[in-house]
């Protein structure tokens, strides 16, 4: 399994940005889709966004399309998910997955390695 940790969590205000880092260990990163999920307090674990190994491929969940940017640097073995235009419903844990697949639309089945997760809080 890859090792995931994420960074660039925080507290901003209701139309500010925020940019998430995801550093992964292991050779396989570069052959994986990854993904960044949510979860608010109450509510199940969603994806917001996917992307495959290459990078050619993205998925976005309705409510973060324009203004959520997913992407990756596998030289870097780091995936990094830009928010711009953040909203208090925003407000969750934020987690970087890696999957299974080479590509996935955000399917949670389709990933088995996590992050420890970062706490994003968006003020009104």
């Known amino acids: 399994q890859v090792q995931l940790v994420e960074s660039g969590g925080g507290l901003v205000q209701a139309g500010g940005s925020l940019r998430l880092s995801c550093a992964a260990s292991g050779r396989t990163f570069s052959s994986r889709a990854m993904g960044w999920f949510r979860q608010a307090p109450g509510k199940e674990r969603e994806c917001v966004a996917s992307i495959s190994w290459s990078g050619s491929s993205t998925y976005y969940a309705d409510s973060v399309k324009g203004r959520f940017t997913i992407s990756r640097d596998n030289a870097k073995n780091t995936v990094y998910l830009q928010m711009d235009g953040l909203k208090p419903e925003d407000t969750a844990v934020y987690y970087c997955?890696?999957?299974?697949?080479?590509?996935?639309?955000?399917?949670?089945?389709?990933?088995?390695?996590w992050g420890q997760g970062t706490q994003v809080t968006v003020s009104s």
């Open positions: 997955a890696g999957s299974t697949y080479y590509n996935t639309v955000g399917d949670i089945r389709h990933f088995g390695s």
